[in-house]
């Protein structure tokens, strides 16, 4: 289910909130639709996670909405995996009370697509066991712009070792190696490596398809 705000399809965008498909009462969307009060009560929000790089003045209109802000910006070279853990135990409280009772949990960044959408696929995979790029099919569903960049796909696919791990050491050893070790660099090279990692995969499936045409 989607709730659009009537106006200028400049905005589209931006001022959906639309529902993560076989997630409960969770909703993702951009800014804008945040500050849209007949779009927040119709979907019946309690909870609001804010993934923005400033402060999105909720306090203003949504004085009786829970709110947690992570400041980050859209950049790959961001760290989000750090919050993985505190987003998805707000997200779960949000939607499921300590007394049975049961509330909406808006996620936004600037446009709904990038900051957001890793969120909520990370708790799709700490709530369900899926795997980082089934969750972000599931999410797609919903919502088809998502589409977390580069370094946040990479996080994605490291919180899905960490939540394998056995133990809070392993998780621990796990992710300071890849904090230690982690690619960073400018977007054009950001490009490039998801590009050679893309080309990598697709080798690898051709390989494992028609395996006796490399002996």
Known sequence: MSYLLHGSSAYTLMGWVDRVPRAGALFIGGLYALYQTDLIRAAGITHVLSVIDYDPLLQEKFKHLKHLHIRADDDPNE???????????????GLNGPNGEKGGV????????????????????????????????????????????????????????????SGELERK????????????GTSWEWEARSKMLKDEARQGQEISKNPTENL
């Open 79 to 93: 760290d989000l995996l750090k919050h993985f853990e505190e987003v998805c135990r707000y997200i779960d409280k």
């Open 106 to 165: 808006f996620v936004h960044c600037a446009m709904g697509k990038s900051r957001s959408a890793t969120l909520v696929v990370a708790y799709l995979m700490w709530k369900f066991g899926v795997g980082w790029k089934e969750g972000l099919e599931q999410l797609c569903e919903g919502r088809p712009v998502c589409d977390p960049n580069p370094g946040f796909k990479e996080q994605l696919a490291v919180w899905e070792r960490l939540l394998k791990c």
């Open 173 to 184: 050893n796990t992710y300071e190696e890849w904090a230690a070790t982690r690619f960073m």
